[in-house]
Protein backbone atom coordinates (compact mmCIF):
# COMPACT_ATOMS: atom_id res chain seq x y z
CA UNK A 1 0.00 0.00 0.00
CA UNK A 2 2.58 2.55 1.25
CA UNK A 3 4.83 1.62 -2.17
CA UNK A 4 1.91 1.94 -4.21
CA UNK A 5 0.92 5.47 -2.71
CA UNK A 6 4.49 6.90 -2.87
CA UNK A 7 4.48 5.45 -6.93
CA UNK A 8 1.44 7.50 -7.32
CA UNK A 9 2.79 10.61 -5.57
CA UNK A 10 6.66 11.03 -7.28
CA UNK A 11 5.44 9.59 -10.17
CA UNK A 12 8.98 7.61 -10.18
CA UNK A 13 10.38 4.82 -12.79
CA UNK A 14 10.66 1.71 -12.30
CA UNK A 15 14.14 0.91 -10.69
CA UNK A 16 12.92 3.57 -7.34
CA UNK A 17 10.11 0.43 -7.01
CA UNK A 18 13.01 -2.29 -7.08
CA UNK A 19 14.62 -0.31 -4.98
CA UNK A 20 11.89 0.08 -2.25
CA UNK A 21 10.65 -3.57 -2.54
CA UNK A 22 14.06 -4.94 -1.65
CA UNK A 23 15.41 -2.56 0.76
CA UNK A 24 16.23 -3.83 4.13
CA UNK A 25 13.50 -4.73 6.41
CA UNK A 26 14.80 -2.56 9.54
CA UNK A 27 13.39 0.79 10.32
CA UNK A 28 15.47 4.07 11.23
CA UNK A 29 14.82 7.10 12.90
CA UNK A 30 15.76 9.67 10.73
CA UNK A 31 16.79 13.28 11.31
CA UNK A 32 17.11 15.42 8.14
CA UNK A 33 19.10 18.71 7.86
CA UNK A 34 17.01 20.72 4.89
CA UNK A 35 14.06 18.10 4.64
CA UNK A 36 11.51 20.36 3.69
CA UNK A 37 14.25 21.24 0.39
CA UNK A 38 14.46 19.55 -3.02
CA UNK A 39 16.21 16.36 -2.06
CA UNK A 40 15.62 16.52 1.37
CA UNK A 41 11.87 15.82 0.61
CA UNK A 42 12.14 13.43 -1.72
CA UNK A 43 14.35 11.20 0.40
CA UNK A 44 11.94 11.77 3.45
CA UNK A 45 9.26 9.70 1.14
CA UNK A 46 11.19 7.13 0.06
CA UNK A 47 12.11 6.39 3.76
CA UNK A 48 8.85 6.91 4.99
CA UNK A 49 7.44 4.39 2.46
CA UNK A 50 10.20 2.09 3.46
CA UNK A 51 8.95 2.06 6.66
CA UNK A 52 11.41 4.30 8.75
CA UNK A 53 10.90 7.72 10.52
CA UNK A 54 11.03 10.95 9.70
CA UNK A 55 12.25 13.69 11.83
CA UNK A 56 12.54 17.01 9.64
CA UNK A 57 14.88 19.75 10.79
CA UNK A 58 13.24 23.14 10.01
CA UNK A 59 13.34 26.81 10.44
CA UNK A 60 9.79 28.81 11.84
CA UNK A 61 9.96 30.64 8.14
CA UNK A 62 10.68 27.33 6.06
CA UNK A 63 8.57 26.43 3.18
CA UNK A 64 7.36 23.06 4.07
CA UNK A 65 4.93 22.71 0.28
CA UNK A 66 7.24 19.74 -0.50
CA UNK A 67 6.27 17.76 2.39
CA UNK A 68 1.77 19.42 2.27
CA UNK A 69 0.57 16.07 3.40
CA UNK A 70 3.45 13.83 4.05
CA UNK A 71 3.65 12.03 7.62
CA UNK A 72 6.98 13.70 9.07
CA UNK A 73 7.57 15.42 12.37
CA UNK A 74 9.00 18.49 12.99
CA UNK A 75 11.95 20.31 14.98
CA UNK A 76 12.60 23.94 14.52
CA UNK A 77 15.38 25.83 14.64
CA UNK A 78 18.21 27.82 13.48
CA UNK A 79 20.69 25.52 12.05
CA UNK A 80 23.24 27.93 12.35
CA UNK A 81 22.68 28.88 15.90
CA UNK A 82 24.25 26.46 18.71
CA UNK A 83 21.56 27.60 21.45
CA UNK A 84 18.56 26.98 19.20
CA UNK A 85 19.82 23.42 17.80
CA UNK A 86 20.44 22.89 21.49
CA UNK A 87 16.97 23.58 22.01
CA UNK A 88 15.41 21.53 19.41
CA UNK A 89 17.34 18.65 20.00
CA UNK A 90 17.33 18.23 24.08
CA UNK A 91 15.83 14.97 24.60
CA UNK A 92 15.11 13.71 21.49
CA UNK A 93 17.01 10.32 19.93
CA UNK A 94 18.10 9.26 15.95
CA UNK A 95 19.65 6.35 14.42
CA UNK A 96 20.79 8.13 11.27
CA UNK A 97 21.09 12.30 10.55
CA UNK A 98 20.56 13.47 6.89
CA UNK A 99 21.99 16.91 5.73
CA UNK A 100 20.83 18.49 2.50
CA UNK A 101 21.26 21.90 3.74
CA UNK A 102 21.82 24.20 0.45
CA UNK A 103 23.55 27.59 1.21
CA UNK A 104 25.01 29.28 -1.68
CA UNK A 105 25.77 32.92 0.06
CA UNK A 106 28.57 32.02 3.19
CA UNK A 107 29.58 34.31 5.56
CA UNK A 108 30.66 33.87 8.97
CA UNK A 109 27.28 33.54 10.31
CA UNK A 110 25.93 31.16 8.06
CA UNK A 111 28.11 27.96 6.50
CA UNK A 112 28.12 24.35 6.41
CA UNK A 113 31.61 23.84 9.23
CA UNK A 114 29.44 26.25 11.60
CA UNK A 115 26.00 23.58 11.29
CA UNK A 116 28.35 20.93 11.47
CA UNK A 117 30.11 22.03 14.60
CA UNK A 118 26.52 22.35 15.70
CA UNK A 119 25.02 19.10 15.02
CA UNK A 120 28.34 16.63 14.86
CA UNK A 121 28.51 17.04 18.78
CA UNK A 122 24.81 16.11 18.95
CA UNK A 123 25.35 13.06 17.23
CA UNK A 124 28.22 11.48 19.26
CA UNK A 125 25.88 11.90 22.06
CA UNK A 126 22.88 10.55 20.64
CA UNK A 127 25.24 7.69 18.86
CA UNK A 128 23.66 7.96 16.01
CA UNK A 129 24.94 4.72 13.61
CA UNK A 130 25.20 6.82 10.48
CA UNK A 131 25.33 10.89 9.75
CA UNK A 132 25.18 11.44 5.87
CA UNK A 133 26.40 13.84 4.66
CA UNK A 134 26.61 15.77 0.85
CA UNK A 135 30.10 17.11 -0.12
CA UNK A 136 31.70 18.67 -2.94
CA UNK A 137 33.39 17.53 -5.89
CA UNK A 138 36.72 19.50 -5.25
CA UNK A 139 36.90 21.58 -2.44
CA UNK A 140 40.25 19.41 -0.88
CA UNK A 141 41.94 20.38 -4.29
CA UNK A 142 43.58 23.68 -5.40
CA UNK A 143 41.18 25.87 -7.13
CA UNK A 144 43.59 25.51 -10.35
CA UNK A 145 42.73 21.70 -9.82
CA UNK A 146 39.10 22.04 -9.42
CA UNK A 147 36.70 22.83 -12.33
CA UNK A 148 34.45 25.44 -10.45
CA UNK A 149 34.13 29.27 -10.53
CA UNK A 150 35.83 30.83 -7.73
CA UNK A 151 32.10 31.34 -5.97
CA UNK A 152 31.85 27.90 -6.11
CA UNK A 153 34.67 26.69 -5.06
CA UNK A 154 34.76 29.03 -2.05
CA UNK A 155 31.57 27.17 -1.28
CA UNK A 156 33.37 23.53 -2.18
CA UNK A 157 35.87 24.55 0.53
CA UNK A 158 33.42 25.19 3.33
CA UNK A 159 31.93 21.93 2.91
CA UNK A 160 35.16 20.31 2.70
CA UNK A 161 35.57 21.98 6.10
CA UNK A 162 32.52 20.57 7.32
CA UNK A 163 33.45 17.24 6.03
CA UNK A 164 36.71 16.96 8.30
CA UNK A 165 34.34 18.12 11.08
CA UNK A 166 32.47 14.74 10.67
CA UNK A 167 35.14 12.61 10.04
CA UNK A 168 37.57 13.95 12.74
CA UNK A 169 34.20 13.36 15.50
CA UNK A 170 34.31 9.52 15.40
CA UNK A 171 30.51 9.23 14.36
CA UNK A 172 30.10 6.81 11.46
CA UNK A 173 29.51 8.85 8.15
CA UNK A 174 29.09 8.83 5.02
CA UNK A 175 29.84 11.41 2.56
CA UNK A 176 28.84 12.01 -1.31
CA UNK A 177 30.76 14.11 -2.82
CA UNK A 178 28.95 15.62 -5.86
CA UNK A 179 30.05 17.79 -8.74
CA UNK A 180 27.37 18.80 -10.80
CA UNK A 181 23.47 18.18 -9.60
CA UNK A 182 20.60 19.45 -12.19
CA UNK A 183 17.68 20.20 -12.27
CA UNK A 184 18.05 22.80 -9.46
CA UNK A 185 13.98 22.30 -8.09
CA UNK A 186 11.46 20.41 -7.66
CA UNK A 187 9.02 21.98 -9.81
CA UNK A 188 11.49 20.95 -12.76
CA UNK A 189 9.86 18.87 -15.48
CA UNK A 190 12.80 16.70 -15.23
CA UNK A 191 12.99 16.59 -11.40
CA UNK A 192 11.64 13.20 -11.01
CA UNK A 193 13.28 11.54 -14.49
CA UNK A 194 16.24 9.16 -13.61
CA UNK A 195 18.73 7.64 -15.81
CA UNK A 196 19.24 4.70 -13.86
CA UNK A 197 22.77 4.07 -14.63
CA UNK A 198 24.37 6.80 -11.66
CA UNK A 199 26.78 5.09 -9.51
CA UNK A 200 29.09 5.78 -6.41
CA UNK A 201 32.81 5.55 -6.79
CA UNK A 202 35.45 5.97 -4.04
CA UNK A 203 38.01 7.40 -6.70
CA UNK A 204 37.98 10.28 -5.26
CA UNK A 205 39.91 12.19 -8.44
CA UNK A 206 36.38 12.28 -10.13
CA UNK A 207 34.51 14.98 -10.63
CA UNK A 208 30.74 13.58 -11.69
CA UNK A 209 27.55 14.77 -12.96
CA UNK A 210 24.28 13.08 -12.03
CA UNK A 211 20.42 14.12 -12.03
CA UNK A 212 18.92 14.60 -8.89
CA UNK A 213 16.48 12.03 -8.77
CA UNK A 214 19.70 9.44 -8.87
CA UNK A 215 21.00 11.29 -6.26
CA UNK A 216 18.05 10.43 -4.34
CA UNK A 217 18.05 7.63 -4.94
CA UNK A 218 22.07 6.83 -4.30
CA UNK A 219 21.37 8.63 -0.92
CA UNK A 220 18.32 6.40 0.00
CA UNK A 221 20.29 3.33 -0.60
CA UNK A 222 22.89 4.32 1.61
CA UNK A 223 20.42 5.33 4.39
CA UNK A 224 21.15 2.46 6.89
CA UNK A 225 22.85 0.57 4.67
CA UNK A 226 26.88 -1.09 6.10
CA UNK A 227 28.12 -0.66 2.84
CA UNK A 228 28.21 3.26 2.93
CA UNK A 229 29.44 3.68 6.53
CA UNK A 230 32.69 5.30 7.16
CA UNK A 231 33.03 5.84 3.19
CA UNK A 232 33.37 8.90 1.09
CA UNK A 233 31.75 8.77 -2.25
CA UNK A 234 32.27 10.41 -5.41
CA UNK A 235 28.57 9.82 -7.54
CA UNK A 236 28.82 10.44 -11.26
CA UNK A 237 26.97 9.22 -13.97
CA UNK A 238 27.83 8.81 -17.48
CA UNK A 239 23.97 8.65 -18.51
CA UNK A 240 24.09 12.91 -17.71
CA UNK A 241 27.38 13.42 -19.51
CA UNK A 242 26.09 15.99 -21.48
CA UNK A 243 24.49 17.55 -18.64
CA UNK A 244 27.99 17.61 -16.98
CA UNK A 245 29.47 18.97 -20.10
CA UNK A 246 26.97 21.70 -19.82
CA UNK A 247 27.62 22.52 -15.94
CA UNK A 248 31.66 22.67 -16.66
CA UNK A 249 31.23 24.90 -19.61
CA UNK A 250 28.59 27.52 -18.12
CA UNK A 251 31.65 27.47 -14.78
CA UNK A 252 34.32 29.58 -17.21
CA UNK A 253 31.85 32.63 -17.55
CA UNK A 254 31.02 32.95 -13.88
CA UNK A 255 32.18 35.96 -12.04
CA UNK A 256 30.96 37.08 -8.71
CA UNK A 257 27.05 35.49 -9.29
CA UNK A 258 26.52 31.82 -10.37
CA UNK A 259 25.70 31.89 -14.12
CA UNK A 260 22.68 29.30 -14.49
CA UNK A 261 22.04 29.45 -17.98
CA UNK A 262 24.90 30.50 -20.84
CA UNK A 263 24.06 30.31 -24.47
CA UNK A 264 27.65 29.58 -25.51
CA UNK A 265 27.48 26.08 -24.15
CA UNK A 266 24.19 25.46 -26.28
CA UNK A 267 21.04 25.38 -25.45
CA UNK A 268 19.80 24.20 -22.39
CA UNK A 269 16.09 23.50 -23.38
CA UNK A 270 17.84 21.44 -25.90
CA UNK A 271 20.22 19.32 -23.96
CA UNK A 272 16.59 18.29 -21.77
CA UNK A 273 15.03 17.28 -24.84
CA UNK A 274 17.23 15.46 -26.41
CA UNK A 275 17.46 13.34 -22.53
CA UNK A 276 14.05 12.93 -22.29
CA UNK A 277 14.18 11.53 -26.46
CA UNK A 278 16.83 9.02 -25.09
CA UNK A 279 15.31 7.84 -22.31
Known sequence: ??????????KISTTLVLALSFSAAATENVLILGGAGNSGSAVAK???????????FVKPTTDRSLLKDVPVEYVVGDAMK?????????????????????ILSLDENQNYARMYANFVPWAKRMGVKQFLGLGSGCGDREAKDCPLSPQLYKLAVDL??????????????????????????????????????????????KFGGVL?????????????AERCINKIFVIDDPGAKQQLDYFLCKRKYDTDEIVIAEPRCGDAKRITLQRKNTR
Open 1 to 10: MLISWFVRVL
Open 46 to 56: MLIARGDKVTV
Open 82 to 102: ADQVDAALAGKSFSVIFETVQ
Open 160 to 205: TKAEHILRDSGVPYTIIRIGSLAPGSMSHPDAFRSTGTSYLTTDLS
Open 212 to 224: RADLNLQIFGCIG
